[in-house]
């Protein structure tokens, strides 16, 4: 597109959208709802049924209890049905999620000391 939009354009654009009566209601759908609450289409979400054709053995799985370290826990969940089938231990061995937290929280920490050493 070479040419520029011009203030009259905006004005009878807007003027079009307000003169809509659908366009009002879209909006305020959008405003309270938010974008993706009002473009859900529900009636395909519940055509769509998962169907898997294997079943793992995951044994009892550890929750993060909103901690936010989701990535942590699915790392160590999947890492754990490894060990319980190279090992054979009880379906509710758990790798320590304590552990890996201590050295994600040191090497962030020496992540920002060398971060900080230059400014000393």
Not at 64 to 75: D, E, P, T, V, Y
């Amino acid at each position: 597109m070479t040419s520029k939009i011009k203030l009259d354009q905006i004005k009878r654009y807007q003027q079009n959208l307000d003169e809509d009566h659908s366009s009002a209601v879209i909006r305020r759908a959008v405003t309270h709802k938010g974008i993706l609450g009002t473009s859900s289409d529900f009636n395909s979400d519940s055509a769509m049924e998962p169907v898997f054709s294997i079943d793992l053995s995951t044994g009892k799985v550890a929750d993060q209890k909103q901690s936010g370290r989701c990535w942590m826990f699915a790392a160590l969940n999947t890492m754990r049905v490894r060990v319980m089938n190279s090992f054979k231990v009880a379906d509710d061995f758990e790798l320590s999620q304590n552990y890996t937290n201590f050295w994600d929280k040191f090497e962030k920490s020496k992540l920002l000391l060398r971060k900080c050493h230059p400014y000393r």
